[in-house]
């Protein structure tokens, strides 16, 4: 669909592909953003592989704006069926909605598929009216739900300085939290340990020792470092550790994904992978990464045996070893946070961000999304209240 705007020669068009959109033109815009997860190869190999498709719940349907030939801006979107791959839990308004007599699905959704990690906002080249171009969208944007009588549209894991720009919009900010790991100024691997309690460092070099005592060893992967047999053995050990926790293993990406990560994406991939003394071919366990920049970003891990732990080694300590030795200076290891926040990943907002085109919903759920803020807040603070850190860092000295 392509609406005509003039008069200065524009045009938007929804697209149900992102093949449609050459590479080059999409990564002038992807590209100079700090995360990783809207460039062209990583968003076409989710649908190219059948993870983020129609028939998985997620209909592609992004939002693209042109000056004559030229993309100028872009929104990757996706019509959803169901609210799963998104880690952001609105099922209990989905319920709300069935009980009003309100249709909830389908609804807009902007985010990297399956991805828990912030940095979505609105693609625009660098020398365009932001504003405006944000402005244009927001009414493509609510042009289209209007006549396909779309409940809602949802953007999740923002950009922190995008949220007031589509507040100003008239958008809700909801706020939940992840686990981020800081770079607080380490040189190595010590220094990270310096900022426990005595009894966690004790923890953390104990854990460390376990997997060297089990006759393991981590080895960082990176690039073209990385056999292409590793990516769908990545799947393999990927698959594994989903189907462990049967319904709730979020099993969404098929092995067609793993392997074409190694023809084009290989250079933003880090693996840690686990090797044993007595077998040092394979790895027994790996954690897959991806780094972009100062960043690293956890995604999946899986092991063949259990091994006491390699968990903790492979997903933590040895990403943030890695990290230290390379200046990274932001490690978000995904979803979760049962084990993390022992391990220095203290609680960090996240926002997304909600327009409802139903009154009745947007009635009702403003003013619980307000409410819920304030006590996010205190969980936040709550929760990094009870770090296990020295009472006096260096930085307070």
Not at 102 to 105: E, F, I, K, L, S
Not at 140 to 147: E, G, L, R, V
Not at 281 to 284: A, M, T
């Given at each position: 669909?392509?609406?005509?705007l ?6 938007v068009?929804?697209?149900?592909h992102?093949?449609?959109v ?7 815009l992807a590209?100079?953003?700090a995360t990783?997860f809207?460039?062209?190869d990583w ?10 498709v129609?028939q998985?719940?997620?209909?592609p349907n ?6 004559d030939r030229?993309l100028i801006?872009a929104?990757?979107?996706?019509l959803?069926g ?5 880690f952001?839990?609105?099922?209990q308004?989905?319920?709300l909605?069935?009980?009003?007599g309100?249709?909830?699905?389908p609804k807009?959704?902007?985010m990297?598929?399956f991805?828990?990690?912030t940095?979505y906002?609105f693609?625009?080249a660098?020398g365009?009216?932001?504003?405006e ?6 009414r ?8 396909n ?12 300085q995008?949220?007031?720009v ?12 992840s ?9 190595t691997?010590?220094?990270?340990l ?13 854990e ?6 089990n ?5 960082p992967?990176?690039g073209?470092q990385?056999p292409?047999?590793?990516?769908p053995l ?6 594994d ?6 319904w709730w ?5 098929t092995?067609?994904f ?8 290989r250079h933003r ?5 686990a ?5 040092p071919?394979?790895?027994?366990g ?6 972009k ?5 956890g995604?999946?891990w899986?092991s063949?045996?259990e ?7 492979a997903?933590?300590?040895?990403p ?7 200046g990274?200076q932001i490690f ?5 946070g ?6 220095g990943?203290p ?20 003013s ?11 969980e936040?603070?709550a ?15």
């Open positions: 669909m392509v609406e005509q003039k008069p200065r020669y524009l045009s068009a929804w697209i149900n992102i093949a449609e050459p590479q080059t033109e999409w990564d002038a590209i100079p953003l990783p809207f460039e062209w968003l076409h190999n989710l649908e190219s592989s059948g993870s983020a129609a998985a719940g997620w209909l992004h939002l693209t704006v042109w000056r030229s801006a929104a990757p979107l996706y959803k169901h609210s799963y791959g998104e952001v839990f609105d099922h308004w989905a319920d909605a069935q009980r009003i309100v249709q909830y699905y807009l959704l902007g990297s598929p991805t828990p990690a940095g906002r693609l625009i660098p365009e009216d932001e504003d171009i944000t402005e244009l969208m927001v493509a944007i609510d042009t289209f739900c209007a006549k009588r779309i409940s809602a549209c949802h953007f999740l894991y923002v950009e922190p995008w949220q007031s589509l507040e100003r919009h008239g958008f809700t900010t909801w706020i939940n939290h686990y981020v790991w800081q770079n607080q100024g380490f040189q691997f010590d220094d990270y310096a900022v426990f309690n005595a009894n966690q460092r004790r923890n953390i070099k104990r460390r020792k376990a997997v060297a005592t006759g393991l060893r981590l080895q992967l990176t073209d990385i292409k047999s590793m990516f990545m799947y393999n050990f990927y698959a550790t989903c189907d462990k926790f049967g293993g979020s099993k969404y990406l092995k067609k793993f392997e074409q990560l190694h023809a084009n994406y991939v880090v693996f840690f992978a090797y044993s003394d007595r077998d071919r394979q790895p027994l790996m954690s897959f990464c991806l780094t920049g100062d960043r690293l970003y995604r999946y899986g063949f045996q091994i006491d732990c390699l968990h903790f080694d997903c933590y300590y040895a943030i070893e890695w990290a230290i030795s390379r990274i978000d290891p995904g979803a979760g049962r084990h993390k926040k022992r391990r990943f609680a960090s907002p996240n926002y997304s961000l909600h327009r409802f085109y139903n009154s009745r919903l947007e009635q009702i759920l403003s619980y999304i307000r409410e819920a803020n304030e006590y996010e807040q205190l936040i603070e929760i990094n209240a009870e770090l296990p850190y020295n009472q006096v860092r260096e930085g307070d000295k």
